[in-house]
């Protein structure tokens, strides 16, 4: 029989596999739409995936910056089970929106090649940006050993981050990026299975988090137990 912690051990890996297979019944269940018909479901589940990433972001700057005010080391393992979990995503969210573009957006009025366009769009190139300096972050993570700075790091990406973005949505120079199809739909089963697959989808993100800060966690302590045991002298 499988004992406390074991059992308490399954309830993530059992969230993050739900939160999956919530998010892709959510997506294949999301209707077609005139004009780009099914094809609408890859830009739909490329937003819900970046509505969830940005909030991972945010709470990683929080984490960070709490780990910073308090010094508990907990924080600081959340805040990087974030960083390892926020940053790949976005990576794939990326992939995804590059996909979305040049399978939905309109390229006709443009003598030039569709990836010259696409790339040429504020949000994309936003999308890019960010993609770089994530991974940029990840390598620090590899570099640095000090979590101070590397908690400085995280909010100080954070930041770009949101800053990059709001450039992107506000400033000048938007090019074929569309406006929200579900926030602009009167049809509330549209924008019930969008926020199925934000739900489902921060449901699996958290969970994931939760691992790897658990496996963190267990790491430190395996190591802390090792040197203790290497301190201990040896009978003679």
Request: with cysteine; charged share 15%; net charge neutral.
């Amino acid at each position: 029989m499988a004992s406390s912690a074991q059992r308490t051990g399954l309830i993530a890996p059992v969230l993050l596999s739900c939160g999956l297979a919530g998010a892709a019944v959510c997506t294949f269940t999301f209707p077609a739409v005139e004009g780009l018909g099914t094809k609408v479901r890859l830009p739909v589940f490329h937003g819900a995936m970046t509505w969830v990433n940005l909030a991972a972001f945010t709470m990683l700057a929080v984490a960070a910056a709490t780990y910073l005010i308090t010094t508990r080391g907990r924080l600081y393992r959340f805040a990087e089970a974030l960083r390892w979990i926020s940053v790949p995503l976005w990576v794939v969210g990326s992939v995804l929106g590059y996909l979305a573009a040049m399978n939905t957006w309109d390229f006709s009025g443009s003598s030039a090649s569709p990836m010259e366009v696409a790339m040429a769009d504020p949000r994309l190139t936003a999308q890019f940006w960010i993609m770089l300096a994530g991974l940029a972050v990840i390598a620090l993570g590899f570099l640095i050993d000090d979590e101070r700075w590397l908690a400085g790091i995280d909010i100080g990406f954070v930041g770009f981050t949101w800053a990059v973005l709001m450039r992107a949505i506000l400033g000048p120079g938007r090019a074929l990026h569309p406006d929200s199809p579900v926030m602009n739909s009167d049809e509330i089963g549209i924008k019930l299975l969008f926020f199925g697959i934000v739900i489902s989808l921060g449901i699996a993100a958290l969970a994931g988090v939760v691992m790897v800060a658990r496996r963190r966690s267990a790491s430190d302590a395996d190591g802390a137990a090792g040197i203790e045991r290497a301190a201990v002298p040896a009978d003679t």
